[in-house]
């Protein structure tokens, strides 16, 4: 009986909160069915709402914006218009943050999350995963003699959540692992674990120095 009942949860469970993501998700995208007039949202029109249709409004917004924004006079208007949000007090310093943050997670060009390394924390003999995000900058360069990079270490089962180190990069060990299976590996907390190849180089965890 009870191998029957762990076996049923294994299989209801993810399936389970799969759709309660995906309903969190569709949910607030249908949000922007509230941007049309009255008259011309599904409740007016046929008497129901439609779940979904708010999802596909989304993306097509999405999608213009994308499309209107790569011509010369659309990046214009994106011009005037982050001019206009920078002047406003408390709004420019929260979409200045907000918007560095997303060009550097979203740009082609980004190294954000590029890279999933090994590195000695919370203390000597710890080992986790975490993603490169770049190197020092500003003023915090001057005071970090050496070859450093900026590492974001994620905690589980929630990545969204972690913290933020800058360490010498000799102490990190570069992982032959892509960003999607080292966080399928800290989100389950081990349980799925990547397949397991042989490496060419082998790096001796004992000789990486420790993170003081």
Do not use: C
């Not at 941007?35 to 949202?41: I, K, N, S, T």
């Not at 599904?42 to 989304?58: K, V």
């Amino acid at each position: 009986m009870r191998k029957y009942f762990i076996t049923g949860l294994l299989i209801l469970v993810p399936l389970a909160i799969t759709l309660w993501v995906l309903n969190l998700i569709i949910g607030t995208m249908d949000q922007s069915l509230l941007l049309l007039p009255v008259a011309w949202r599904p409740e007016t029109l046929i008497g129901f709402s439609i779940p979904g249709l708010g999802s596909i409004l989304t993306l097509l917004i999405i999608f213009l914006t994308g499309v209107f924004t790569r011509n010369f006079i659309g990046r214009q208007v994106v011009s005037i218009w982050e001019a206009v949000l920078k002047r406003i007090p408390v709004v420019s310093s929260i979409y200045s943050s907000v918007k560095q943050v997303s060009d550097t997670l979203f740009s082609s060009s980004g190294n954000a999350f590029r890279k999933a390394v090994l590195v000695q924390y919370p203390r000597q003999g710890s080992w986790t995963i975490a993603f490169v995000t770049g190197v020092p900058g500003g003023d915090v360069r001057n005071h970090l003699k050496g070859d450093y990079v900026s590492i974001y270490v994620p905690t589980t089962p929630n990545p969204t959540s972690g913290f933020f180190l800058m360490v010498p990069r000799a102490e990190t060990i570069e992982l032959a692992m892509n960003v999607d299976e080292a966080l399928k590996y800290i989100v389950s907390m081990g349980v799925v674990a990547p397949e397991h190849f042989e490496s060419k180089v082998l790096i001796d965890p004992n000789k990486v120095d420790p993170i003081a």
